[in-house]
């Protein structure tokens, strides 16, 4: 990577990293490209090279996180592992990784709703690559009977659903370790599969 | 009542209908009283007698929302059931309610920050008593060796966090019937608590 281009991502990476405080802070209605501008003492017109609209932030931004936490459950899910430690181990993580990063994941859960309908269909493709990564793991358990589930898509909704809504509560007065509340959604999870 | 009493109160209603629909679209910091007043065909000036500030009416949508919760679930509370079926209960309302008033329970639980301290602080008295009926229910049920659990705030904060992530993401192509979720979900939760 040459100087320049080294220097034009790093000022896209602090753009996005604004853009995601205020974002989370008041939401992706209630910022201004101004105000993400301002964060930065950086005029609006600084800001257009690298993202020419807010929509365009914000899908930067959706695609970073949704693709980071696909990319993070397949780092750890082992094949090799009995299914049970197999789910531990990827909802342990899934947990961790909205709870550390909690401020991009509200962002990245809660304000799709300013995506174009083009590029909400670009996320909603990488969602369900994520919710494979589950299911395949729920419905490999109950083939091989070591989980006991009604339908393994309730389960997984279960699951999915119990590890994004941690970047909601996260930090909390009982949690405010990351690595612990992976430990502990992971023993959840496995229970939910009748595992 | 009096017919004006009767009459403001509508008045006030239709205010929070719209507002609710506004919040949820675009998020409290995306909306403006003025926005609001827009969708009733209504001046800025006309809301003001109602609400005086755009706070003051995210304060009364956010206790209609919580004290409706919470009555909802002591409404189905039943001391007198075997533990699990009054967990069955509870969660099954919990999952229910947040389902059917999905745009409600979304600005309920995602919009909060724009809430002064004190108001914030009313709320969260609210939300401390909802978890109190489940906490209740998963104490008994441990007492009484019906459920079997390592902590039981985890096994509330994990109930009670599936249930209010409904709000997110229902309706969906899997689940569109609040009853049907229910019934799956206060399942989910006594498998949590190893019932």
Known sequence: MTRSRAGESAAAERIRQAAIASFAE????????????????M????MYPHYRSKEELLYAIA????????????????????????????VGEFARWQAERHDLAKVVQYELHGLTREHYRAITAIRRETTAVLTDIVRRGVES????????????????????????????????????????????????VGG
């Open 63 to 90: 695609l970073e996180g949704h693709r980071g936490v696909l990319a993070a459950l397949r780092a750890v899910d082992d094949e090799s592992l009995p299914d049970a430690d197999r789910l531990r181990a990827v």
């Open 145 to 192: 009977g070591q989980f006991s589930v009604d339908d393994p898509d309730d389960a997984v909704l279960a699951v999915s659903s119990l590890c994004v809504d941690v970047c909601r509560w996260f930090p909390s007065r009982t949690h405010d370790d990351p690595v612990a509340l992976g430990r502990v959604y992971a023993e959840v999870a496995v229970r939910i």
């Open 26 to 41: 008041v939401g992706y209605g209630g910022t201004s490209t101004r105000q993400i501008a301002k964060r930065l003492n």
């Open 43 to 46: 005029s609006a017109a600084a």
